[in-house]
């Protein structure tokens, strides 16, 4: 039976957190210690968890991604009846429409499994938790499908993924790895002579295209697991001796890179001191860095590789101080101010029915699907008479606070008054 989003629960070591877990043992503990923000999921992670599940009901029903065109999915459904609304069903919170693009990404990855689940002796499994127990008891997940063939002892693991910013590597990939440990342990009983890794991910261009393969033999997949193995031995480590002096704790635990990149801790003395010794060795003193026009290509790449790191230092420094300053902790010789307010329309399904009265451009060009244009793009396309009919759908939206040094001419606003403005941002 395919598992639902809303039943699933959270690894310790989550499969998802591989690259970083493995390579940082200190963050998993950390990151216990932040309160628990599951509930509130980013919309690019929502969208994602709606086209898994109309791949997965797809599967499970032998139906296409064209049948559910022009419908919405409730990601927050507790069943098939609730999470897959009709036409027409009213929007809000958690709830994605499916559109042309889903549909066509979202069929391609059906047509990609259903034709490796072809033919005899071939088991097809949407969905499934696979506990990866060769690695550590508090390791497990959802592989989106697996496919074992027992004549050939192949066995494949899908991932399905549908983002748009990071570029997904399946060779080495730990997430897809710890999929396969367990995707073997559920056939434990079985010979597995070889497990194919599958990503599939439709809106991030690559080079090799949006199907990529990792091809694991047996014994390649015991020193995968072995190795995974040690890096969960040492988040068991780093928990029980939490207790040390933090300073020589964080020097034996914490190891900043990359992986830093979604990680929710922002006091992190590793990614501190990393930021400090790039920007010492690549920048010297910063008051005279160097032209960009005068670096080689290998010096530009450099700067450009290290630079990441100091950025998500950056973001890291800057999201806590706004976060004091909204308690009213505001940083020395800084202070809050209003942001730019915007204008949006308060109204749009009326808005849309009545441009055609009183428009004279073609209102096919006055969308950018699925939205209406802003008010400020609109009134560039229109006459200056006709704007006069826009003002009553438009309704102006006050902008988050800014933190910004002292001298910064705009008035300062009281800590108190934050939560009438939404988020506060740096400005620095």
């Known amino acids: 039976m395919t598992e639902l989003s809303s039943e699933r629960s959270h690894a310790r070591l989550a499969p998802s957190a591989a690259h970083r877990w493995s390579e940082c043992p200190g963050s998993v503990v950390l990151e216990s210690q932040i309160p628990d923000t599951s509930s509130t999921s980013s919309t690019a992670a929502e969208e994602g968890t709606a086209a898994h599940e109309l791949a997965a009901h797809c599967l499970n029903m032998g ?12 990601v927050n459904g507790d069943c098939i009846a609730t999470m897959f609304l009709a036409v027409g069903a009213p929007s809000g919170d958690g709830i994605y429409g499916v559109d042309a693009e889903m549909v066509e990404c979202v069929q391609d990855y059906i047509d990609l499994v259903r034709k490796a689940a072809r033919g005899e002796n071939n088991e097809l499994q949407v969905e499934q938790r696979v506990y990866a127990k060769k690695i550590h008891e508090d390791c497990h997940g959802t592989a989106d499908a697996i496919i074992y063939n027992g004549v050939t002892t192949v066995l494949h693991v899908f991932d399905l993924k549908y983002g748009r910013g990071v570029v997904v ?7 897809c790895a710890i999929y396969a440990s367990g995707a073997r342990t559920k056939f434990h009983n079985r010979n597995v002579g ?7 991910q439709p809106r991030a261009p690559h080079p ?17 697991e072995r190795d995974l193995c040690l890096a969960a031995g040492d988040v068991d480590d780093a928990s029980e001796v939490y207790s040390y002096p933090k300073e020589q704790w964080a020097g034996k635990h914490l190891f900043a890179g990359e992986h830093c990149r979604f990680c929710k801790v922002v006091n992190c003395t590793a990614r501190a001191d990393q930021a400090l010794k790039v920007a010492q060795t690549e920048f010297g003193d910063t008051t005279e860095l160097r032209s960009p026009e005068g670096m080689s290509s290998d010096e530009l790449a450099s700067v450009l590789t290290k630079a990441r790191q100091i950025q998500h230092w950056i973001k890291a420094v800057e999201e806590h101080a706004a976060a004091e300053a909204k308690e009213g902790r505001l940083p020395t010789g800084f202070k809050q101010v209003a942001g730019r307010s915007s204008r949006a ?27 209406l244009l802003s008010p400020a793009k609109l009134e ?10 826009l003002a009553p759908f438009i309704t102006k939206r006050q902008g988050g606070t800014q933190l910004v040094p002292d001298d910064d001419p705009r008035p300062a606003i009281r800590p108190d008054a934050a939560s009438e403005f939404g988020d506060t941002s740096s400005d620095t």
């Open 380 to 389: 560039k396309l229109i006459d200056k008479d006709e704007r006069a009919n």
């Open 345 to 371: 329309w308060s109204d749009e399904e009326k808005l849309r029915k009545l441009l055609p009265v009183f428009c004279s451009v073609d209102a096919n060009e006055l969308y950018e699907e699925p939205k």
């Open 169 to 175: 590597e399946a060779e080495g990939n730990k997430q």
């Open 208 to 224: 090799k295209g949006s199907h990529r393969t990792w091809e694991i033999s047996a014994e390649e997949m015991d020193l995968v």
């Open 194 to 200: 070889q497990i194919q890794v599958h990503i599939f």
């Open 63 to 74: 139906f296409d991604a064209k049948r559910f065109l022009g419908r919405r999915i409730d």
